[in-house]
């Protein structure tokens, strides 16, 4: 395994091979297919490969584009689905210990969006019980006795495998960032509400993020232009908010992060600074807002009491269903006042002011992406260094930076503001290209 991928095995360099006619839409899937055969049997990634029907897909798509219909840049890349997101014909498990017995009778709009961009649905990736932080079955394909993360474990192990070009997780607080740190692809978290939740069931509607997870962020944007709500040319127009200084001016977090986070991280993340103000970056000390526990607190208050609201009824009838973590969070969220989750809400506009504040003449704010390595398969990981942003609603891209001591991944994320989301891909872009050349000197 490679932490930076060869151009063949990303989604760009996959589509510029399928229009030169080197592979075919079908070559592309058996070469997934194949790694699912060669590694899914210690890795776990799937809850179902739909073999035959991404067959289908891939032969029609095929037939188009010899018929001279191009789709665009996912027409023929095979694309995992995290497990609580409706694909028609399958069921949706939601990692429940006892499933939902429900079979999707439609397409959550994000696959309807894939699928109209010619992506080929290949099956559905293994999913944290309800998306919380109970240890899922997956492992982790850099090291099996260590988690891949969680919630969208699977998503994260099956493009780090090659098993999928891309895979849709999903974030309340730190579901992609995190399980993509851990398996050393990319991830990113929108801007809330850029991605529509219909079809995708619920964790806690106030802060659920559907996003990406690929091996590049190249192929982040791509995925993202082809599911955004409210369409690639629209965001493309709001260039007030989608500009770049070129070379980025990045503002860095210390404290909050810089205590919690492993040595070993803090040095990757010095020495990852260093390249980029060596390739002309910016890098600004920030003075850390002295509020971040309070978003760790005021995102947990919500994420209790929405779970309690969307799980309450059926956890009372089939406790059996929910393993331990997830009840405890339900019955956590059922003795939380309802004026503290009020107060959670009505402070979020009050915190996102003195953030934007605070990136004020910055492209992105620059954290790590988790607390250090993969821990093991006990933990999907601590989400701190995630929650504050789902909390707040603002974008992230997270991309691999190098490796600890035991040749386990590590991240880095880039924060945005809302509304940003393209502006802050291009960042992370440029920034994921100076780490991919420090890595060959």
């Not at 949706?92 to 696959?111: F, K, Q, Y």
């Given at each position: 395994?490679?932490?930076?991928?060869?151009?063949?095995?990303?989604?760009?360099?996959?589509?510029?091979?399928?229009?030169?006619?080197?592979?075919?839409?079908?070559?592309?899937?058996?070469?997934?297919?194949?790694?699912?055969?060669?590694?899914?049997?210690?890795?776990?990634?799937?809850?179902?490969?739909?073999?035959?029907?991404?067959?289908?897909?891939?032969?029609?798509?095929?037939?188009?584009?010899?018929?001279?219909?191009?789709?665009?840049?996912?027409?023929?890349?095979?694309?995992?689905?995290?497990?609580?997101?409706?694909?028609?014909?399958?069921?949706?498990?939601?990692?429940?210990?006892?499933?939902?017995?429900?079979?999707?009778?439609?397409?959550?709009?994000?696959?309807?969006?894939?699928?109209?961009?010619?992506?080929?649905?290949?099956?559905?990736?293994?999913?944290?019980?309800?998306?919380?932080?109970?240890?899922?079955?997956?492992?982790?394909?850099?090291?099996?006795?260590?988690?891949?993360?969680?919630?969208?474990?699977?998503?994260?192990?099956?493009?780090?495998?090659?098993?999928?070009?891309?895979?849709?997780?999903?974030?309340?607080?730190?579901?992609?960032?995190?399980?993509?740190?851990?398996?050393?692809?990319?991830?990113?978290?929108?801007?809330?509400?850029?991605?529509?939740?219909?079809?995708?069931?619920?964790?806690?509607?106030?802060?659920?993020?559907?996003?990406?997870?690929?091996?590049?962020?190249?192929?982040?944007?791509?995925?993202?232009?082809?599911?955004?709500?409210?369409?690639?040319?629209?965001?493309?127009?709001?260039?007030?908010?989608?500009?770049?200084?070129?070379?980025?001016?990045?503002?860095?977090?210390?404290?909050?992060?810089?205590?919690?986070?492993?040595?070993?991280?803090?040095?990757?993340?010095?020495?990852?600074?260093?390249?980029?103000?060596?390739?002309?970056?910016?890098?600004?000390?920030?003075?850390?807002?002295?509020?971040?526990?309070?978003?760790?607190?005021?995102?947990?208050?919500?994420?209790?009491?929405?779970?309690?609201?969307?799980?309450?009824?059926?956890?009372?009838?089939?406790?059996?269903?929910?393993?331990?973590?997830?009840?405890?969070?339900?019955?956590?969220?059922?003795?939380?006042?309802?004026?503290?989750?009020?107060?959670?809400?009505?402070?979020?506009?009050?915190?996102?002011?003195?953030?934007?504040?605070?990136?004020?003449?910055?492209?992105?704010?620059?954290?790590?992406?988790?607390?250090?390595?993969?821990?093991?398969?006990?933990?999907?990981?601590?989400?701190?260094?995630?929650?504050?942003?789902?909390?707040?609603?603002?974008?992230?891209?997270?991309?691999?930076?190098?490796?600890?001591?035991?040749?386990?991944?590590?991240?880095?994320?880039?924060?945005?503001r809302p509304g940003s989301d393209l502006g802050l891909l291009r960042v992370a872009g440029q920034c994921e290209q100076w780490t991919r050349s420090a890595h060959r000197v």
């Open positions: 395994m490679k932490l930076f991928p060869d151009d063949h095995e990303t989604i760009a360099g996959t589509a510029r091979r399928l229009r030169q006619g080197q592979v075919t839409c079908e070559g592309v899937l058996q070469s997934c297919l194949d790694r699912i055969e060669e590694r899914e049997h210690e890795v776990r990634a799937w809850v179902i490969v739909d073999r035959d029907g991404a067959l289908v897909q891939a032969r029609d798509l095929d037939a188009e584009l010899q018929a001279g219909r191009d789709r665009g840049p996912l027409h023929g890349v095979p694309i995992g689905v995290k497990d609580i997101i409706d694909v028609e014909g399958l069921p949706t498990g939601c990692g429940s210990l006892r499933g939902t017995g429900r079979l999707a009778l439609e397409d959550a709009t994000i696959v309807t969006r894939l699928r109209d961009a010619g992506a080929v649905i290949l099956g559905k990736t293994v999913t944290t019980a309800y998306a919380w932080i109970d240890p899922p079955v997956s492992r982790n394909p850099w090291s099996i006795d260590r988690t891949p993360g969680g919630s969208s474990s699977g998503s994260a192990a099956a493009v780090a495998c090659g098993m999928c070009l891309g895979a849709i997780g999903t974030q309340t607080g730190g579901s992609i960032t995190r399980p993509a740190a851990f398996c050393g692809v990319a991830g990113m978290k929108p801007t809330f509400g850029h991605v529509s939740t219909t079809g995708v069931f619920p964790f806690a509607p106030s802060l659920d993020h559907p996003g990406p997870i690929a091996r590049s962020v190249g192929d982040l944007r791509t995925i993202y232009q082809s599911v955004c709500d409210r369409g690639p040319a629209r965001v493309e127009a709001r260039q007030e908010r989608d500009l770049v200084q070129s070379p980025p001016r990045l503002g860095r977090l210390g404290g909050f992060f810089d205590n919690r986070a492993h040595a070993e991280m803090r040095w990757a993340m010095g020495a990852f600074l260093k390249w980029f103000e060596d390739w002309g970056a910016t890098v600004f000390e920030l003075n850390e807002p002295g509020f971040l526990e309070d978003l760790l607190s005021h995102h947990r208050a919500i994420m209790a009491a929405e779970a309690t609201e969307v799980h309450g009824e059926r956890f009372s009838l089939l406790p059996e269903a929910y393993p331990p973590r997830i009840s405890e969070l339900i019955i956590e969220g059922g003795t939380i006042p309802a004026a503290v989750v009020e107060l959670a809400h009505g402070l979020k506009a009050s915190y996102s002011s003195s953030m934007l504040a605070l990136m004020d003449d910055l492209d992105a704010l620059i954290t790590p992406a988790a607390i250090g390595p993969a821990p093991d398969r006990s933990s999907t990981g601590d989400p701190a260094f995630n929650s504050p942003w789902s909390y707040l609603g603002f974008p992230t891209v997270s991309f691999p930076l190098g490796f600890s001591a035991e040749r386990l991944p590590l991240a880095v994320q880039l924060i945005g």
